[in-house]
Every structure is written in structure tokens, then in C-alpha cells.
């Protein structure tokens, strides 16, 4: 039997309705590593539907987004903070205490970084143009956003290392927002050439999250669909014991 992964999802607004969303190439992902994915709904007013959640899943996977509202991290919001969706927020900020609770795999993706690292005692720059001498080509255009946009340096001793297999690799780049303290409990395991954090990871059976899209280049890169190889199975070894 496939493992489990719940995917969380988005709120997407058209006119007058609100839908639960999910972009495919995390979908596609799972599923070619042995994965099932299981999309997850916001759970806006009932913490309780949380522990639900992952009585259902084997692996969590965080998915990109909105900004976080800076109060989850004792900021104002400033001028250049991008959308913000609270009730997602809460929520995931819940589920990732949760999911720490039970040591279920986890793998954060762009904001997914963000809001472990928030989560977990963090904070954030709410734009790249906050920090000085940050690459502008971490907020590559729409129209490029699945193509590489610059390297990134892989800590030797890393969990990441050994997914990745090389200490270098090319990654995409779509955000405004990068980590400003690092959580206690989590290590950088890859950086920018501008010293940017890129991804972190921390104990337990498996968490790691990074600032780059893998589910956009997982079809042309093998390395990056490593990523959910290994998640998932490590997935799959929780859902057998």
C-alpha cells in the first residue's frame, strides 16, 4: 500500500468564491515516488480536526503560498509584505507542532520553509529588499519560474547531501520573503551565494524543507525529485511499524 502524504493547500479567491487549491506538480510528484497524496483543506475554527489530519497521513508535505502575518513572529506587518491569509496560517502553525508531536516526515517547500522556521521560534525578512545585499534573483519573473535561477552550497555533513548527492546544485528561485534568525532547533543545510538561507533541517525521522520549488523541476531533474523519494520513504517505513 502507497503511504499517505497530505498535501496542505491554498485559499484561491475568484470574484465571489473562495476554492481549496493545489498546484498538480506536487500531486505528480507524490505519485511518481509511491506516494498517495491526500490534499488537506484548511481547517479554519477547529484545532481538533488537526490531530484528525494526521491519523489520515503517513507524511506531510508543506506547499508554497502567502506571506505569513508577521505577528507570528512579534513584527508589524511593512509595506512590502505581500498577501497574507491568517486563517492558513493558524492553521498550518498548528499542524506543524502537531506533526512534530508524532515525528511524521515532513518536507516544507517555499513557504513551507517559512513557516517551520516561523513555527518553530523563527522569523522572517518580510522582502528580500529588507536584508542588504540580497540577490534580487531570488524573485525570478512568472514567466521563469520553473527554470534555475542560481546555485545553492549543501552543507557536507547534511541529510540534504546525502539526497542530493553533490554539494552544489541549481535550484529555482519565486520568493520575497528568506529567514532572518534561524529557529533554535533547526541547522541551515543550504545557502545562497548570498548567504540567503535555502533550506534547513532538524531531528527526528525526517524533517527538511527548502526555499526552491522541487516539484517544478522534479520532471527535467532527477536530483530534485530525490527529494520526494526520500521523504516518501521514510513515509512508508512510519507507516509499516
Known sequence: MRPRIGITSWHHRDDDERWEAVLDSYTRAVLEVGGLPVIL???ITEVVL????LETIDGLIMTGGADIHPSFYGQIVLERCGEIDEQRDRFEV??????RGRDLPFLGICRGLQVLNVALGGTLYQDLSYRAGTDPAHMSPRERRSEPAHPVAITPSSRLTGIIGSREVLVTSTHHQIIRDLAPELSASAVAPD????????PGRFLLAVQWHPERMAQRHPEQLALFRAF???AKERHQT
Open 41 to 43: 483543506p484548511i481547517a
Open 50 to 53: 488537526v490531530e484528525e489530519y
Open 94 to 99: 498548528e499542524l506543524i507542532h502537531a506533526a
Open 195 to 202: 548567504g540567503v538561507i535555502e533550506a534547513v533541517e532538524g
Open 232 to 234: 516518501v520513504e521514510q
